[in-house]
């Protein structure tokens, strides 16, 4: 499990791997053709920076399960290239396949050449660490031997295979998808028992973190349901689950029924994307304002009371929201939990045309409201030291480059 530094920044084996996968825009597949390759030019400031003396270990700690089972070696969206597919190929057999040790020697070798530069937010964010300055055994290992195959088996998780939801967010999806029944549930089923297999088999006290879902919601998912209801956490102390949600089905009511992973919680983040509740019925369609709120309370209830390990807010800026950024920093005052909020630009996961995307894509230059965009990124509240900015900074650092003295 990762572990925070004083400043609450997550380290660790994993810190690199979670916070890609926190910020990880929800996903779409199955109804357009190209869904795995969302807008490209999703950042128009060029990131040119050298990367050879930096290092990523995510692809050498992360499984990403995706839809019909592809897996992939970090978020689909920042370094597309799969590695396997489930149920077909064992979780084990991906995991060091051709295609995972070719990825890791593009981080070895400094190009980084399958990772997004513009959208992965460690290298937009200039968060990537120097590869002389890790010390993590396993890391400096990997580095000083350039070891491409993989020793150990994945430490983090990423269920993303199934993309029932009880909302349906236009920056996600086009209508609302539940799979209960028939060959695709049973077909998910297969991709689940894989991991089981792989990861929860047998009793152990390896630290092993599951992210449940980077493709739709725990609680809105009956395969997701299933496995968090099902896992006892006593065999499996170390073992962390970690949720992301939109929140509204985080009641007390499915909060008894996971009793079985009680001491097992991680990080819980809520996508809220908006700071009332006009806004918020247009960018996380059919969801409910009020019983939201009610659940954030109790999350926050639960990470003051250390079960919940991390609370996190995202956010995904667009033209529907971005006034409303500072609101969201206002109305969080009142969940002093809250660990960090998280802005990331929409992506274009193929739920819009070219043209109906550049109208929410308030981040483009040739935006008729980006000036405005500026205007709101040099926000006073906006200097909460509780954002993470990951691919929204160069827009923030730009804004305050205009105006450095707002900020202050
Ligand atoms: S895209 Fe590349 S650099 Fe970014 S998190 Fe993934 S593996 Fe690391």
Not at 28 to 56: G, I, T, W
Not at 225 to 252: I, K
Not at 361 to 381: K, Y
């Amino acid at each position: 499990m990762a572990a925070d530094t004083a400043d609450g920044v997550p380290s660790g084996v994993n810190g690199v791997a979670e916070r890609v996968l926190q910020l990880k825009p929800r996903v779409v597949r199955q109804h357009r053709p190209f869904a795995y390759a969302p807008d490209l030019a999703n950042s128009e400031v060029p990131v040119d920076r050298s990367l050879s003396d930096r290092f990523c270990a995510t692809p050498w700690e992360t499984l990403d399960v995706r839809f019909r089972g592809v897996v992939g070696a970090c978020c689909p969206g920042y370094l597309p290239k799969p590695i396997g597919k489930l149920p077909e190929d064992t979780v084990e057999s991906a995991w060091n396949s051709e295609a995972a040790q070719e990825i890791r020697a593009s981080i070895l070798d400094g190009s980084f050449r399958h990772c997004r530069a513009a959208v992965c937010p460690l290298i937009a964010g200039d968060s990537l660490p120097k590869r002389d300055e890790i010390t993590d055994p396993y890391q400096r290992d990997i580095i000083d031997r350039g070891l491409v195959r993989a020793e150990r088996p994945p430490r983090f998780y990423n269920l993303s295979y199934d993309e029932s939801c009880n909302l349906s967010c236009p920056s996600c999806r086009t209508r609302q998808v539940s799979v209960t029944s028939g060959p695709e549930y049973e077909q998910l089923g297969k991709i689940q028992s894989r991991i089981v297999d792989a990861a929860l088999a047998h009793p152990h006290d390896e630290p092993v973190e599951f992210n449940v879902t980077g493709s739709g919601d725990p609680f809105g998912s009956r395969i997701f349901r299933e496995f968090l209801t099902s896992v006892d956490g006593r065999s499996w102390p170390s073992a962390r689950f970690h949720f992301q949600t939109n929140g509204v089905l985080f009641t007390r009511r499915y909060w008894q029924r996971i009793a079985g992973i009680r001491n097992n919680i991680g990080r819980v983040f809520v996508s809220i994307d908006a700071a009332t509740p006009e806004t918020y019925a247009l960018t996380r369609r059919g969801g409910h304002w009020g019983q939201l709120w009610e659940n954030m309370r109790l999350i926050d209830d639960l990470r003051r009371e250390g079960i919940v390990r991390r609370f996190q807010v995202f956010y995904v800026v667009q033209t529907a929201n971005y006034r409303e950024m500072p609101g969201l920093i206002h109305l969080l005052e009142q969940f002093p939990a809250v660990d960090w909020v998280n802005f990331s630009l929409i992506s274009n996961w193929a739920t819009f045309s070219d043209e109906e995307f550049r109208t929410h894509a308030i981040w483009r230059s040739d935006h008729p409201q980006f000036d405005d965009f500026l205007r709101v990124l040099r926000d006073p509240a906006l200097a909460s030291k509780r954002i993470f900015w990951g691919n929204v900074l160069p827009y923030r650092e730009r804004a305050l480059a205009s105006a450095p003295s707002i900020e202050a």
